[in-house]
């Protein structure tokens, strides 16, 4: 797929793309490109232009998560994006295979996580510890194959790691997903977690934004049709 059929959505202040499982959105020890320098190595190129190419990132994804990544083409974006972000005025739907049945076709899941920074990991507590933070999402059951459970869920609190975490406290590790409970990794070391909906209001028009990314890589999102 060549870079440009990778952006959802792009203006003179807003840039989105989609990331696929394995690529990096910021540069860290692996060394591989990033996703942030791969977007602004295509403006720099695109738009001839001479100079640096402000790039802010305003949201992050994991690693080896799916899905639409955002990124502000100004200063004057960034800070307003980063504010709507911030103050939860924003939809992020997820789209996960979990490896075991829920409790009930639809519901909440809450509770009070904590990151150890060594493992780059997050404990679920089911009330508050010292540094834990409330994390809550909402999910519903969208399809089953003979082994697989797909779930639509809906952030209401953004924490590291929340929804690896949550569902394997639940007893729903993702596919894949070995950190967090998965029987066995992916070939590609990717989880069955994409971030397939972003709904937002335009920084400067005010308009609202919606976009929708189709999720890439293992069949069975095609099963699933996500």
Same mark, same amino acid.
């Given at each position: 797929m060549k870079f440009e059929e990778r952006i959802l959505y792009e203006d003179n202040h807003l840039i989105a793309v989609y990331k696929p499982n394995g690529e990096p959105v910021q540069n860290d020890e692996s060394g591989d490109e990033s996703l942030s320098d791969k977007v602004k190595a295509f403006i720099k190129k695109r738009d001839r232009k001479p100079g640096n190419v402000f790039l802010g990132l305003i949201h992050r994804l994991d690693r080896p998560t799916s899905g639409i990544v955002l990124f502000a083409k100004t200063s004057k974006a960034l800070s307003r994006m980063n504010e709507q972000f911030r103050d939860r005025r924003t939809g992020k739907r997820y789209f996960a295979v979990v490896e075991a049945m829920p409790p009930d076709e639809e519901g909440v899941l809450v509770g009070y996580l904590k990151k150890n920074g060594e493992k780059n990991k997050s404990f679920v507590f089911d009330s508050p510890v010292k540094d834990s933070k %409330?994390?809550? +999402?909402?999910?519903? +059951?969208? !399809?089953?194959?003979? %082994?697989?459970?797909? +779930?639509?869920?809906? +952030?209401?609190? !953004?924490?590291?790691h929340q929804i690896r975490a949550q569902l394997s406290h639940a007893g729903m590790p993702i596919r894949g997903d070995v950190k967090y409970g998965s029987k066995r990794a992916l070939r590609d070391n990717s989880i069955m977690l994409h971030a397939g909906e972003l709904t937002f209001e335009h920084p400067i028009t005010k308009d609202k934004i919606e976009l929708k990314a189709r999720a890439g890589g293992d069949p069975l999102w095609r099963y699933f049709d996500v």
């Open positions: %409330r994390a809550e +999402l909402r999910y519903q +059951l969208i !399809g089953c194959s003979d %082994r697989y459970f797909c +779930l639509k869920i809906d +952030l209401m609190t !953004g924490r590291h």
